[in-house]
């Protein structure tokens, strides 16, 4: 069974490790999201797909959820030291490594496919990792400028747009957005490998990742929602909002910057019955079961929080499952 | 006081620390070799600047005599864990983070004159430390190929060239030398501030430092020796060999390779009593002071072991001494 998966970082990331859990035997090809990646000391971060290469690889730092294990921060005290910044952002030793490969590459004339390719040689995670595009495509929030803790670059209606990391990262996601732009998406080309994934794929899925910054942007790439509603075949999202809030992560700011309502039934509507034919809720949203379907979107209520390996596992059984029935 | 010191590595340090210690009101400017320069892992690797800057600014390992106190290998570790190479160049976490900002200020466009400076700002060596020159010089040693360890590229004399780093960090340089060549050094141009400060200086030292690829490196640069000679002012040298051997390091492999006989009149006739107006042995090299007179150097036997800064400062102080004879 192939198996594509559009994903973003830390929730997309568990979700992966139960679907290889539970599909151990399937052909799973991850398309990551980069409109988070962001230059830092000179150095390119690709925060969502060395989330998915450590979590699947087991380097992984477990309870944050990103970074590495066992990671100490001595670069990084050094660079503060130095008085060069952002200070708010913090990288790892160990994953400073990455990105200095990552960087060097890059010099080297290497496209990020192609770097991923080979900083996947040492993880092994066991699926194929692709970035969505090898262009550089950067997310930035618009925020009131009063809000950014700085008196540069407003606009003339008193806006400015940040990093989303710096949203996310400096800002905690602790005020309004006013809109999400995944600068230079509209100009982007989908990475080798990822139109021809998806059209080979028996399975599309929407692991629990941001709906506007991850799956958002990925599908923001021309070409790629195309593709999915082209490859005919059962396409199966996973709410990342239970109860009515974002289960990890900002989903109900970036849902309210593009004004949608941060529930499992808006974000199905959201997506669109024209992608979407399956989408599962919590179990705490049962009720929302009935609107989803009247979307025309098929519509499950199972169990989502990530507790642990064998709980995401179940949800990609859950999902599978529902993939098989959609297509009978 | 106005002093100008031509530096290299390790030794030149030492010897800047106990200047210091002499001459605690003296204006100094140290006009760095930056031959040995490499790039490593995407990253500008500047030793001798570093080596001056951080035994000054008291962040040196002492032991060691290059690198920074408390150190760790956690980026290091990684990249080896990535098959990221070379191996044999070690570099520390905290080490790291001044190639980071050095690389990043290069990509925005700062020459590394600039750059110094403002690494500097930090450290606050208490001297105005120059790079020769802003321009890329890299010192390539001429071994065989059969020595190399490697079968690649050799010439059609069997010879090829290595960085010096490689030559010494990797080879020990313990295979001969055939030829020394600081690539890039005849296109060059002084760093601005080098000239000028020349011009001005009251005294000029050769600290005893590698003549051949520290110092020998820096009057590579056009201009300099011109400068020197033209400055006027007493310039007074201290020998890195001491008993027909360098104190440390790799000066005697270099000497035979440049055809200069590993000995401390030897290095002074090699410098010539056209830049020299002064040079001091060590008293184990007593012998040699009639030697090197008939050159028409002025010459003195002192102690030259910088065991402590003290027996640096004692160093710098014949130094500083010898010049104002020279200059009555």
Redesign the interface.
Known sequence: MRIVVLAGGIGGARFLRGLKSAAPDADITVIGNTGDDIHL???KVCPDLDTVMYTLGGGVHEEQGWGRAE??F??????T????GPEWFSL???D???H??R??MI??GYPLSAITEA?CA?WQPGVRLIPMTDDRVETHVVISASDSGSAAGPDDRGRKAVHLQEYWVRLHASVPAHAVLPVGAEQSKPAPGVLEAIAKADVILFPPSNPVVSVGTILAVPGIREAITAAGVPVIGLSPIVGNAPVRGMADKMLTAVGVEATAAAVAAHYSSALLDGWLVDTVDAAAVGKVEEAGIGCRAVPLMMTDVEAAAQMAREALAFASEVRA
Do not use: H, S
Request: overall charge negative; cysteine-free.
């Open positions: 000391f000179g150095l990671e100490t001595a670069v990084k005290e050094e660079l030291a130095y008085g060069v790892g030793d160990r400073f490594a990455t200095i490969i960087t060097q010099a080297a900083l040492r």
